[in-house]
């Protein structure tokens, strides 16, 4: 869908000519969406045009949510602000308030920069009618890096944009393949703002409005279902290739004329969306990193763009310069220390004892078993596109003939190799702070712990802490890992035994077949029935160390309070390995109580899973499985909070239990899955729902 021509729009709200807050004058509507209207604005002081976006359908909010509703909306504004100042390649946001029409109507509304050019779509329209041959690799590479930069810096923070396409990709400049052009990255976040807000979803859904869904032509498999998981960063990898494809080929990428074809084209295994099944060979090495980012499962997938994009550049064969980009991306990219971040009350689901949350249950260990029409016909007959997003409506198009204020900015350097798990195998390790097997974790404060009314006191009270960057591993360190270990003897050989303080016969006849160290067939899962001395022993035998209590919190939560790793959504069989239906049938079974958070639910695996089957329950940050599948050991022992700040903090001196974090596959109290909740036991107990992974300094 192009950004229409302003000379084509009325105006929608009836506000030309209207000055909003004192200082913007309306100046004509420039695109309308499903719930939102785009108008030109001049700033009255600095005469210099802006775009203005009011969330029109938001107008039926009743009265007395609107305060809560506005401050939300602020809250919000002020992430995307921070996000797009950290680069140039998103739209800069400048202002957020509320404006009450000449007719009475209240919505919110959001300032934007203004900005002269075209949409991506737009320009590959131009460039076909022209009989330019397709783009190349070198200038698809030069266009979309800007793009992939601007990506990883919101997926470093947890947030996807989950709808990439060429109509959300704005070019400047003249002649896009000379290379005098920036880029910008159109309507980042604002489906995430309504529909990760409580109030504003239950205002949409007055309305009728559609605030989930999203462009079928360059949708990935878990967004046409989500029996293929969540969406997260790794839904902006797959529709960012898909783009790559169609400016490579001439053709978009997914094959089909409707959704249902659609939705086939994005998950079938047997045909994937790669250049050379459009009829374009670019060598083994581009074809091998493309289909990697087209992977059906998102597990499957790079992790984020930034490591796509630097598996990419590698096979194309213009990885040479990494380590210039990756000290400009690091300039550009870098979380501010300053950011500061309230914490978000957590109340846990009852008021009941707090029972001991790793030997309350346990579980058997059986898993669950060519070229589409005009786009503009279809769309408007599917009428599926992302309700939130009038894609390029706030940009003048050239064509319209208005150039004021017309300055375009430097385009974002092209993002350097992430830290992420599965980094390309070519990927120069001199770009990387981080191992592939790690992530890197920004140096940043948050309020670690809660003051949530009926939160155990040992979460209390919600203290700043400031951490210096680190390292942590992407997933939980697992049996084949560790066997690797204590095969050269430098780890302690271990037995499946299970071992705590109170265990019953019953318990252990119960609870040792889940130890997974001798079992052939879980040597992808994490490795369980270990003692908090012998993790500790992994770690540093593998230069590593157990991260601190602190180090753990903020690699799983970051700095913005949310209630659990992934946001504030209430956890389901997609987000987490949890106790399940197939727990309860084995408890009824085996005569062992349990509390099941997913009664009804299966999530495929009775105990624990192999590592990274749950990428909808990633931190923000990226490590995966950091609440469920088992809990893992940090390095501090117990010991109470103070209110006091402190930096980089490591506990108690002494004590007689260290702290477990993150709870596990027997994990059925929704509080254990807040990142604030905090467990302890005896550093030598043995349990099949406890676990580890390392981290390490930079």
């Not at 045909?271 to 059906?296: N, Q, S």
């Not at 992420?420 to 404060?445: H, L, N, T, W, Y």
């Not at 540093?540 to 946001?567: F, H, I, N, Q």
């Amino acid at each position: 869908m192009t950004a229409p021509s302003s000379q084509s729009l009325v105006d929608p709200l009836g506000i030309a000519g209207q000055i909003v807050a004192e200082k913007y004058r309306i100046e004509r509507a420039v695109g309308q969406g499903g719930f939102a209207v785009v108008y030109r604005a001049e700033h009255v002081i600095w005469k210099q045009p802006v775009a203005i976006k009011f969330f029109s359908e938001l107008s039926s909010v009743p009265v007395d949510q609107r305060d809560a509703m506005q401050s939300a909306f602020i809250e919000e504004g002020r992430l995307l602000t921070q996000l797009s100042s950290q680069t140039a390649a998103i739209v800069q946001a400048r202002d957020v308030g509320t404006y009450t029409t000449p007719d009475g109507r209240w919505m919110p509304y959001m300032v934007l920069e203004w900005l002269e050019g075209r949409s991506l779509e737009e320009l590959i329209v131009a460039e076909s009618r022209a009989g330019r041959p397709h783009f190349t690799l070198g200038e698809v590479l030069r266009l979309l890096g800007p793009v992939a930069a601007a990506l990883d810096v919101a997926h470093g923070r947890g947030i996807a944009h989950r709808d990439v396409k060429p109509p959300n990709i704005f070019v400047l400049g003249d002649d896009p393949r000379q290379g005098s052009v920036a880029v910008k990255i159109l309507d980042f976040g604002v489906a995430k703002l309504i529909t990760d807000n409580t109030q504003m979803k239950a205002a949409m859904a007055k309305t009728g409005a559609s605030i989930t869904s999203f462009t079928p032509q360059y949708g990935a498999p878990e967004q046409f279902s989500r029996t293929y998981g969540a969406t997260g960063p790794w839904t902006d990898v797959f529709a960012l290739a898909l783009v790559v494809v169609e400016m490579l080929s001439g053709r978009p990428a997914l094959d089909g004329d409707d959704v249902v074809q659609l939705a086939f084209s994005a998950g079938n295994p047997e045909r994937r969306p790669t250049p050379r099944l459009l009829g374009v060979d670019l060598g083994e090495a581009v074809e091998r990193v493309l289909a990697k980012a087209l992977r059906v499962q998102p597990a499957e997938r790079h992790a984020r763009a930034g490591e796509f994009w630097a598996a990419f550049e590698v096979a194309a064969g213009t990885g040479s310069s990494r380590a210039t980009a990756a000290e400009a991306l690091n300039a550009t990219m870098a979380m501010p220390e300053s950011l500061r971040a309230a914490i978000t009350p957590v109340r846990p689901a009852g008021t009941e004892a707090m029972r001991d949350p790793v030997t309350v249950d346990a579980a058997t260990l059986t898993p669950r078993a060519a070229q589409t029409k005009s786009r503009g016909a279809w769309f408007a007959a599917l009428g599926v596109l992302t309700a939130a997003l009038a894609a390029g409506a706030f940009f003048a198009l050239r064509a319209a003939g208005d150039s004021r204020g017309a300055a375009p900015p430097s385009s974002a350097p092209t993002p350097a190799p992430s830290a992420a798990v599965a980094a390309s195998d070519d990927a120069p390790a001199a770009a990387r702070k981080c191992p592939e097997d790690m992530f890197e974790i920004p140096a940043g404060q948050f309020y670690m712990g809660t003051d949530a009314a009926q939160a155990p006191d040992n979460q209390k009270p919600a203290h700043n802490v400031q951490l210096d960057g680190f390292c942590m591993d992407a997933t939980e360190v697992t049996v084949a890992a560790y066997l690797k270990c204590s095969g050269v003897g430098a780890c302690r050989r271990l037995a499946p035994e299970v071992s705590y303080v109170g265990m019953k016969p019953s318990e252990e006849k119960a609870f040792k077949p889940l130890c997974n160290v001798d079992v052939a067939d879980r040597s992808d899962h994490p490795m369980n029935c270990v003692s908090w001395r012998d993790a500790e022993t992994y770690c540093r035998k593998s230069d590593k160390r157990l991260p601190t209590e602190a180090e753990w919190e903020y690699a799983t939560r970051g700095p913005d309070g949310r209630v659990y790793p992934w946001g504030d959504e209430k956890p389901t069989v997609q987000h987490l390995n949890a106790c399940d239906a197939e727990c309860l049938k084995w408890s009824k079974r085996a005569d062992v109580g349990v509390l099941v958070l997913f009664e009804s639910a299966s999530d495929g695996y009775a105990a624990t899973s192999p590592v990274g089957k749950f990428p909808g329950g990633s931190s923000r940050f990226g490590p995966k499985d950091v609440v469920g599948n088992v809990w893992e050991w940090v390095q501090d022992f117990e010991g109470k909070y103070t209110a006091d700040e402190s930096k980089n903090p490591s506990g108690p001196s002494s004590g007689e239990r260290r702290v477990l974090r993150g709870g596990a596959w027997n994990g059925a109290r929704e509080e254990w899955l807040h990142p604030s909740f905090r467990f302890a036991a005896e550093p030598e107990r043995r349990h099949p729902a406890i676990g580890f992974r390392c981290a390490r300094g930079i």
